[in-house]
Protein backbone atom coordinates (compact mmCIF):
# COMPACT_ATOMS: atom_id res chain seq x y z
CA UNK A 1 0.00 0.00 0.00
CA UNK A 2 1.57 3.63 -0.89
CA UNK A 3 1.19 6.07 1.42
CA UNK A 4 -0.98 7.98 -0.78
CA UNK A 5 -3.69 4.83 0.08
CA UNK A 6 -3.30 5.37 3.49
CA UNK A 7 -6.22 7.06 6.00
CA UNK A 8 -5.63 10.62 6.82
CA UNK A 9 -4.52 11.40 10.38
CA UNK A 10 -6.94 11.34 13.14
CA UNK A 11 -6.49 12.75 16.95
CA UNK A 12 -5.96 9.10 18.23
CA UNK A 13 -2.89 9.08 16.28
CA UNK A 14 -1.49 12.96 16.55
CA UNK A 15 -1.57 11.76 20.44
CA UNK A 16 0.13 9.02 19.64
CA UNK A 17 2.91 10.73 17.55
CA UNK A 18 2.84 13.28 20.95
CA UNK A 19 3.20 9.97 23.49
CA UNK A 20 6.13 8.29 21.12
CA UNK A 21 8.39 12.05 21.58
CA UNK A 22 7.98 11.23 25.28
CA UNK A 23 8.98 7.70 25.06
CA UNK A 24 12.26 8.35 23.21
CA UNK A 25 15.83 7.79 25.16
CA UNK A 26 17.69 10.36 25.32
CA UNK A 27 21.01 11.23 22.89
CA UNK A 28 24.07 9.79 23.70
CA UNK A 29 25.67 7.38 26.08
CA UNK A 30 27.39 8.39 29.20
CA UNK A 31 31.14 7.57 27.55
CA UNK A 32 30.39 10.14 24.55
CA UNK A 33 29.93 13.44 26.68
CA UNK A 34 32.45 15.55 24.45
CA UNK A 35 31.17 13.58 21.27
CA UNK A 36 27.46 14.82 21.78
CA UNK A 37 28.10 18.52 22.31
CA UNK A 38 30.55 18.97 18.91
CA UNK A 39 27.81 17.00 17.09
CA UNK A 40 25.57 19.92 18.54
CA UNK A 41 27.39 22.66 18.06
CA UNK A 42 27.96 21.59 14.39
CA UNK A 43 24.25 20.92 14.03
CA UNK A 44 23.30 24.02 15.35
CA UNK A 45 25.67 25.83 13.26
CA UNK A 46 24.58 24.06 10.50
CA UNK A 47 21.11 24.30 10.95
CA UNK A 48 20.53 27.56 11.34
CA UNK A 49 20.15 28.04 15.38
CA UNK A 50 23.70 29.54 15.87
CA UNK A 51 26.00 31.74 13.14
CA UNK A 52 28.90 30.22 12.33
CA UNK A 53 32.31 30.84 13.63
CA UNK A 54 34.29 29.40 16.89
CA UNK A 55 33.10 32.75 18.64
CA UNK A 56 29.56 32.25 18.48
CA UNK A 57 29.95 28.50 19.50
CA UNK A 58 32.12 29.09 22.59
CA UNK A 59 29.78 31.88 23.66
CA UNK A 60 26.47 29.70 22.99
CA UNK A 61 28.32 26.78 25.28
CA UNK A 62 28.77 29.13 28.32
CA UNK A 63 25.16 30.10 27.87
CA UNK A 64 25.73 33.63 27.03
CA UNK A 65 24.20 35.43 23.83
CA UNK A 66 25.67 34.68 20.15
CA UNK A 67 25.06 35.20 17.15
CA UNK A 68 21.61 33.28 16.31
CA UNK A 69 20.54 32.05 13.52
CA UNK A 70 17.16 32.57 12.35
CA UNK A 71 15.85 28.79 14.08
CA UNK A 72 17.98 30.00 17.07
CA UNK A 73 16.34 33.61 17.06
CA UNK A 74 12.47 31.66 16.89
CA UNK A 75 13.73 28.92 19.85
CA UNK A 76 14.50 32.32 21.78
CA UNK A 77 11.81 33.55 21.25
CA UNK A 78 9.23 31.17 21.61
CA UNK A 79 10.97 30.46 25.10
CA UNK A 80 10.72 34.18 26.26
CA UNK A 81 7.10 33.75 25.02
CA UNK A 82 6.20 30.95 27.19
CA UNK A 83 8.36 32.52 30.35
CA UNK A 84 6.20 35.38 30.02
CA UNK A 85 2.61 33.42 29.61
CA UNK A 86 3.44 31.13 32.46
CA UNK A 87 4.83 34.01 34.77
CA UNK A 88 2.16 36.40 34.05
CA UNK A 89 -1.27 34.39 33.91
CA UNK A 90 -0.27 32.21 36.31
CA UNK A 91 -1.23 34.50 39.26
CA UNK A 92 -3.92 37.62 39.03
CA UNK A 93 -1.30 40.24 40.36
CA UNK A 94 1.77 39.76 38.00
CA UNK A 95 2.49 42.64 36.03
CA UNK A 96 5.27 43.84 33.50
CA UNK A 97 7.33 46.62 33.77
CA UNK A 98 10.62 48.08 31.57
CA UNK A 99 13.56 49.57 32.96
CA UNK A 100 16.52 51.15 31.47
CA UNK A 101 19.19 49.27 29.91
CA UNK A 102 22.13 52.00 31.32
CA UNK A 103 22.01 54.26 33.83
CA UNK A 104 23.27 57.76 33.82
CA UNK A 105 26.15 58.06 37.36
CA UNK A 106 23.76 59.50 39.28
CA UNK A 107 21.23 56.30 38.97
CA UNK A 108 20.67 54.21 42.19
CA UNK A 109 21.33 51.19 40.82
CA UNK A 110 25.04 51.13 39.30
CA UNK A 111 25.95 48.08 38.04
CA UNK A 112 29.52 46.43 37.92
CA UNK A 113 29.60 46.84 34.24
CA UNK A 114 30.13 50.20 32.60
CA UNK A 115 30.68 52.25 29.55
CA UNK A 116 33.70 54.66 28.14
CA UNK A 117 33.62 55.54 24.97
CA UNK A 118 37.08 56.18 23.38
CA UNK A 119 36.92 59.43 22.59
CA UNK A 120 36.50 60.28 26.61
CA UNK A 121 40.05 58.52 26.82
CA UNK A 122 41.18 60.26 24.25
CA UNK A 123 40.48 63.90 25.43
CA UNK A 124 42.68 63.34 28.61
CA UNK A 125 45.03 65.38 28.19
CA UNK A 126 49.21 64.77 27.80
CA UNK A 127 48.28 61.40 28.33
CA UNK A 128 51.86 60.44 27.87
CA UNK A 129 53.12 62.79 30.38
CA UNK A 130 50.93 61.21 33.14
CA UNK A 131 52.65 59.75 36.13
CA UNK A 132 50.75 56.17 36.45
CA UNK A 133 49.06 57.80 39.82
CA UNK A 134 47.76 60.62 37.55
CA UNK A 135 46.47 58.33 34.81
CA UNK A 136 44.83 56.17 37.48
CA UNK A 137 42.91 59.51 38.67
CA UNK A 138 41.72 60.05 35.38
CA UNK A 139 40.13 56.73 34.67
CA UNK A 140 38.97 56.82 37.91
CA UNK A 141 36.86 59.84 37.24
CA UNK A 142 36.28 58.58 34.05
CA UNK A 143 34.68 55.69 35.20
CA UNK A 144 32.84 57.54 38.11
CA UNK A 145 30.80 59.85 35.25
CA UNK A 146 29.99 56.48 33.09
CA UNK A 147 27.31 55.08 32.53
CA UNK A 148 26.51 51.61 34.17
CA UNK A 149 24.68 48.78 32.33
CA UNK A 150 22.09 46.65 34.09
CA UNK A 151 23.44 43.47 35.33
CA UNK A 152 19.83 42.18 36.44
CA UNK A 153 16.12 43.61 36.80
CA UNK A 154 16.42 43.41 40.37
CA UNK A 155 16.64 47.09 41.03
CA UNK A 156 14.27 48.36 38.28
CA UNK A 157 11.49 46.23 39.98
CA UNK A 158 12.07 48.02 43.49
CA UNK A 159 12.21 50.95 42.35
CA UNK A 160 8.59 50.11 40.69
CA UNK A 161 7.48 48.76 44.03
CA UNK A 162 6.00 52.13 45.11
CA UNK A 163 4.10 53.27 42.10
CA UNK A 164 2.84 50.28 41.57
CA UNK A 165 1.23 49.76 44.90
CA UNK A 166 -1.18 52.49 44.26
CA UNK A 167 -2.27 49.82 41.07
CA UNK A 168 -2.77 47.14 43.43
CA UNK A 169 -4.43 49.41 45.96
CA UNK A 170 -1.41 48.55 48.56
CA UNK A 171 -2.37 45.08 48.82
CA UNK A 172 -0.22 42.34 49.02
CA UNK A 173 0.74 39.73 47.07
CA UNK A 174 1.88 41.08 43.51
CA UNK A 175 4.70 40.75 41.09
CA UNK A 176 6.94 42.50 38.81
CA UNK A 177 7.72 41.09 35.84
CA UNK A 178 10.71 41.95 33.02
CA UNK A 179 13.00 40.37 30.35
CA UNK A 180 15.43 41.74 28.85
CA UNK A 181 19.53 41.66 27.60
CA UNK A 182 21.93 42.36 30.79
CA UNK A 183 25.32 42.24 31.03
CA UNK A 184 27.34 39.96 33.11
CA UNK A 185 31.17 41.00 34.06
CA UNK A 186 34.08 40.03 32.26
CA UNK A 187 35.13 36.45 32.73
CA UNK A 188 38.75 37.28 31.69
CA UNK A 189 38.28 37.93 28.15
CA UNK A 190 37.89 41.89 28.48
CA UNK A 191 34.40 42.15 27.21
CA UNK A 192 31.28 41.72 29.11
CA UNK A 193 28.86 39.15 27.93
CA UNK A 194 25.17 39.62 26.87
CA UNK A 195 22.78 37.55 28.80
CA UNK A 196 19.07 36.87 28.02
CA UNK A 197 17.51 37.65 31.56
CA UNK A 198 14.14 36.91 32.96
CA UNK A 199 12.71 38.23 36.06
CA UNK A 200 9.82 37.81 38.61
CA UNK A 201 10.54 40.13 41.98
CA UNK A 202 7.36 38.84 44.06
CA UNK A 203 6.39 41.20 46.84
CA UNK A 204 4.25 39.64 49.70
CA UNK A 205 3.57 39.56 53.45
CA UNK A 206 6.35 38.89 55.59
CA UNK A 207 4.98 35.55 57.18
CA UNK A 208 4.66 34.14 53.66
CA UNK A 209 7.73 34.83 52.09
CA UNK A 210 9.22 31.21 52.77
CA UNK A 211 5.99 29.29 51.31
CA UNK A 212 6.00 31.77 48.36
CA UNK A 213 9.63 30.70 47.55
CA UNK A 214 8.63 27.40 47.55
CA UNK A 215 6.03 28.18 45.66
CA UNK A 216 7.81 29.41 43.18
CA UNK A 217 10.46 26.56 43.11
CA UNK A 218 7.75 24.23 42.57
CA UNK A 219 6.11 26.21 40.01
CA UNK A 220 9.27 26.99 37.99
CA UNK A 221 10.65 23.57 38.12
CA UNK A 222 7.10 22.22 36.79
CA UNK A 223 7.64 24.78 33.64
CA UNK A 224 11.49 23.85 32.90
CA UNK A 225 9.84 20.40 32.54
CA UNK A 226 6.75 20.35 30.96
CA UNK A 227 8.54 21.17 27.60
CA UNK A 228 11.29 18.70 28.26
CA UNK A 229 12.15 15.13 26.52
CA UNK A 230 13.56 13.73 29.56
CA UNK A 231 12.37 15.57 32.07
CA UNK A 232 14.42 13.98 34.58
CA UNK A 233 17.45 15.74 33.43
CA UNK A 234 15.90 18.98 35.40
CA UNK A 235 15.98 19.41 38.81
CA UNK A 236 16.18 21.87 42.26
CA UNK A 237 18.80 22.29 44.70
CA UNK A 238 18.95 24.80 47.43
CA UNK A 239 21.87 27.47 47.41
CA UNK A 240 24.21 26.89 50.10
CA UNK A 241 24.52 28.91 52.45
CA UNK A 242 27.96 30.61 52.26
CA UNK A 243 26.93 31.56 48.45
CA UNK A 244 24.06 33.27 49.46
CA UNK A 245 24.91 36.80 50.24
CA UNK A 246 24.20 39.11 53.37
CA UNK A 247 20.51 40.34 51.31
CA UNK A 248 18.98 36.43 51.01
CA UNK A 249 18.38 34.24 53.66
CA UNK A 250 17.51 31.32 51.14
CA UNK A 251 18.18 30.57 48.00
CA UNK A 252 16.83 27.30 45.15
CA UNK A 253 18.14 27.07 41.82
CA UNK A 254 16.86 25.06 39.02
CA UNK A 255 19.37 23.54 37.13
CA UNK A 256 20.26 21.05 34.11
CA UNK A 257 22.42 18.31 33.85
CA UNK A 258 24.30 19.08 30.75
CA UNK A 259 27.17 16.12 29.99
CA UNK A 260 29.50 17.95 31.73
CA UNK A 261 27.43 18.88 35.07
CA UNK A 262 24.83 20.66 36.37
CA UNK A 263 24.39 24.32 35.46
CA UNK A 264 21.62 26.88 36.57
CA UNK A 265 18.78 28.03 34.37
CA UNK A 266 16.76 30.06 37.53
CA UNK A 267 17.98 31.66 40.63
CA UNK A 268 15.19 32.45 43.51
CA UNK A 269 15.83 34.03 46.55
CA UNK A 270 14.20 34.70 49.22
CA UNK A 271 15.80 38.77 49.78
CA UNK A 272 13.77 39.45 53.48
CA UNK A 273 12.14 42.83 53.71
CA UNK A 274 12.39 45.70 51.21
CA UNK A 275 14.64 48.62 52.57
CA UNK A 276 13.08 52.22 52.84
CA UNK A 277 10.59 54.67 54.31
CA UNK A 278 8.26 52.33 56.48
CA UNK A 279 5.70 54.72 55.65
CA UNK A 280 5.79 54.54 51.88
CA UNK A 281 6.53 51.19 51.68
CA UNK A 282 3.70 49.86 53.63
CA UNK A 283 0.80 47.50 51.90
CA UNK A 284 -1.97 45.40 52.67
CA UNK A 285 -2.02 42.02 54.25
CA UNK A 286 -5.81 41.81 54.72
CA UNK A 287 -6.28 44.86 56.86
CA UNK A 288 -3.21 45.05 58.46
CA UNK A 289 -0.41 47.29 57.46
CA UNK A 290 3.07 45.68 56.60
CA UNK A 291 6.59 46.41 54.95
CA UNK A 292 6.80 43.61 52.02
CA UNK A 293 9.40 41.19 52.20
CA UNK A 294 10.94 39.88 48.59
CA UNK A 295 11.14 36.91 46.36
CA UNK A 296 13.85 37.32 43.33
CA UNK A 297 13.16 34.78 40.29
CA UNK A 298 15.86 35.17 37.83
CA UNK A 299 16.57 33.03 34.84
CA UNK A 300 19.12 32.42 31.66
CA UNK A 301 17.13 32.17 28.52
CA UNK A 302 20.26 31.76 26.34
CA UNK A 303 20.86 28.62 28.59
CA UNK A 304 17.53 27.45 28.80
CA UNK A 305 17.85 27.52 25.04
CA UNK A 306 21.11 24.96 25.28
CA UNK A 307 19.80 23.14 27.79
CA UNK A 308 16.27 22.76 25.16
CA UNK A 309 18.86 22.14 22.55
CA UNK A 310 21.05 19.60 24.08
CA UNK A 311 17.76 17.87 25.58
CA UNK A 312 16.11 17.26 22.47
CA UNK A 313 18.63 15.89 20.67
CA UNK A 314 18.32 12.12 19.27
CA UNK A 315 21.11 10.07 17.20
CA UNK A 316 18.97 6.71 16.45
CA UNK A 317 20.01 3.88 13.98
CA UNK A 318 18.85 3.10 10.26
CA UNK A 319 19.21 1.44 8.30
CA UNK A 320 19.72 2.68 4.22
CA UNK A 321 18.10 1.06 1.40
CA UNK A 322 21.51 -1.23 0.90
CA UNK A 323 20.66 -2.19 4.50
CA UNK A 324 23.80 -0.37 6.19
CA UNK A 325 23.92 1.46 9.58
CA UNK A 326 23.47 5.22 8.92
CA UNK A 327 23.03 7.51 12.18
CA UNK A 328 19.82 9.53 11.82
CA UNK A 329 19.76 13.20 13.60
CA UNK A 330 16.61 14.16 15.29
CA UNK A 331 16.11 17.39 17.70
CA UNK A 332 12.70 16.64 18.75
CA UNK A 333 11.95 19.71 20.51
CA UNK A 334 8.62 19.99 21.92
CA UNK A 335 6.05 21.65 19.58
CA UNK A 336 5.00 24.18 21.49
CA UNK A 337 8.73 25.59 21.43
CA UNK A 338 10.03 24.65 17.65
CA UNK A 339 10.49 26.91 15.44
CA UNK A 340 9.39 25.31 12.27
CA UNK A 341 6.10 23.84 12.20
CA UNK A 342 6.04 22.45 9.13
CA UNK A 343 8.00 22.52 5.53
CA UNK A 344 5.99 22.54 2.53
CA UNK A 345 7.62 20.52 -0.38
CA UNK A 346 6.72 19.60 -3.84
CA UNK A 347 6.63 16.32 -5.27
CA UNK A 348 6.15 15.13 -9.14
CA UNK A 349 3.65 16.74 -11.48
CA UNK A 350 2.83 20.10 -13.18
CA UNK A 351 5.39 22.40 -11.30
CA UNK A 352 3.35 25.59 -11.37
CA UNK A 353 0.22 24.39 -10.59
CA UNK A 354 1.47 22.40 -7.65
CA UNK A 355 4.06 25.47 -6.56
CA UNK A 356 0.57 28.15 -6.79
CA UNK A 357 -0.98 25.13 -4.47
CA UNK A 358 2.21 25.56 -2.17
CA UNK A 359 2.13 29.08 -1.85
CA UNK A 360 -1.73 29.19 -0.86
CA UNK A 361 -1.14 26.47 1.96
CA UNK A 362 1.88 28.98 3.11
CA UNK A 363 0.14 32.01 3.19
CA UNK A 364 -2.73 30.64 4.79
CA UNK A 365 0.01 28.72 7.47
CA UNK A 366 1.26 32.01 8.05
CA UNK A 367 -2.13 34.14 8.41
CA UNK A 368 -2.74 31.55 11.55
CA UNK A 369 0.44 32.28 12.95
CA UNK A 370 1.86 28.84 11.85
CA UNK A 371 5.44 28.88 11.27
CA UNK A 372 6.00 27.42 7.93
CA UNK A 373 9.49 26.87 5.66
CA UNK A 374 9.08 27.08 2.10
CA UNK A 375 11.11 24.46 0.99
CA UNK A 376 9.19 24.46 -2.38
CA UNK A 377 11.31 27.28 -3.33
CA UNK A 378 14.52 25.55 -3.01
CA UNK A 379 16.30 24.71 -6.73
CA UNK A 380 18.92 22.64 -5.74
CA UNK A 381 17.41 19.21 -6.29
CA UNK A 382 17.32 16.97 -3.14
CA UNK A 383 16.01 13.34 -2.68
CA UNK A 384 12.47 12.84 -0.51
CA UNK A 385 15.23 10.89 1.83
CA UNK A 386 17.98 14.03 2.27
CA UNK A 387 14.83 16.24 2.63
CA UNK A 388 13.52 13.93 6.04
CA UNK A 389 17.51 14.14 6.83
CA UNK A 390 17.56 17.79 6.83
CA UNK A 391 14.21 18.63 8.42
CA UNK A 392 14.66 16.31 11.31
CA UNK A 393 17.75 18.23 12.02
CA UNK A 394 15.92 21.17 12.33
CA UNK A 395 13.51 19.91 14.11
CA UNK A 396 10.54 20.64 12.13
CA UNK A 397 7.32 18.42 13.44
CA UNK A 398 5.71 17.89 10.29
CA UNK A 399 6.75 17.75 6.49
CA UNK A 400 3.35 18.29 3.45
CA UNK A 401 4.19 17.06 0.28
CA UNK A 402 2.27 18.37 -2.31
CA UNK A 403 1.62 16.12 -5.63
CA UNK A 404 -0.48 15.17 -8.81
CA UNK A 405 -2.90 13.95 -5.80
CA UNK A 406 -3.39 16.54 -4.29
CA UNK A 407 -4.61 18.50 -7.78
CA UNK A 408 -6.85 15.52 -8.65
CA UNK A 409 -8.43 14.96 -5.25
CA UNK A 410 -7.12 17.31 -2.35
CA UNK A 411 -4.84 14.71 -0.51
CA UNK A 412 -1.47 15.75 0.14
CA UNK A 413 0.73 13.67 1.88
CA UNK A 414 1.92 14.40 5.79
CA UNK A 415 5.01 13.02 7.31
CA UNK A 416 5.84 13.57 11.37
CA UNK A 417 9.16 13.94 12.35
CA UNK A 418 8.43 11.53 15.85
CA UNK A 419 7.20 8.84 14.16
CA UNK A 420 8.45 8.81 10.38
CA UNK A 421 4.94 7.94 9.99
CA UNK A 422 3.56 8.94 6.60
CA UNK A 423 -0.73 9.86 5.89
CA UNK A 424 -2.67 11.18 3.75
CA UNK A 425 -4.78 14.53 5.08
CA UNK A 426 -7.45 16.64 2.60
CA UNK A 427 -5.67 19.88 2.24
CA UNK A 428 -8.80 21.68 3.57
CA UNK A 429 -8.07 20.13 7.02
CA UNK A 430 -3.96 20.54 7.23
CA UNK A 431 -4.29 23.41 8.92
CA UNK A 432 -7.08 22.59 11.82
CA UNK A 433 -4.87 19.86 12.78
CA UNK A 434 -1.63 21.64 13.30
CA UNK A 435 -3.50 24.10 15.13
CA UNK A 436 -4.79 21.09 17.73
CA UNK A 437 -1.96 18.76 17.39
CA UNK A 438 0.01 21.98 18.88
CA UNK A 439 -2.61 22.76 21.31
CA UNK A 440 -2.97 19.36 22.44
CA UNK A 441 0.71 19.63 23.09
CA UNK A 442 0.63 22.64 25.01
CA UNK A 443 -2.01 20.78 27.07
CA UNK A 444 -0.29 17.88 28.23
Known amino acids: MSPLEKTSFTGEAALASLSVRGRCSTAGSPGDD ?55 RSRAQVFGISSLSSRSRDGAAGGTVKTVDAESVNRIPDLEEMSKEQLL ?46 FQPS ?13 LVWFCSPGSSSQWLDHWARHRLRWWRKFALGPSDFSSSDVPEDELGVEASRGVRIVYRFPWGQEPLETLYSRG ?52 LQQRKVLKLHPVLAPVKVALDMGRGATMELRRVCDGLLQEF ?14 IPTSLQQLNDKYDEMGVL ?47
Open 137 to 182: QEVKVLLRRAPSLRTGFLQGALEQYVPSLELVNRKLPFGLAETGLC
Open 398 to 444: FTVVIGENTLESGLLQVRSRDTTIKETIHISEIKNFLVRYISAADNI
Open 187 to 199: DGSGCPAEVMQTS
Open 273 to 324: ELKGGVAKLQGRDGRKPVVPHVVSVTGNVDRGVMAYLYNSLQQLKREDGKQK
Open 34 to 88: SDQTGTLLQLCADRHYISPGQTHRESFHRGTSCGYGPLGTELRRNLLDQWWYSVT
Open 366 to 379: LEARISAWPGYLET
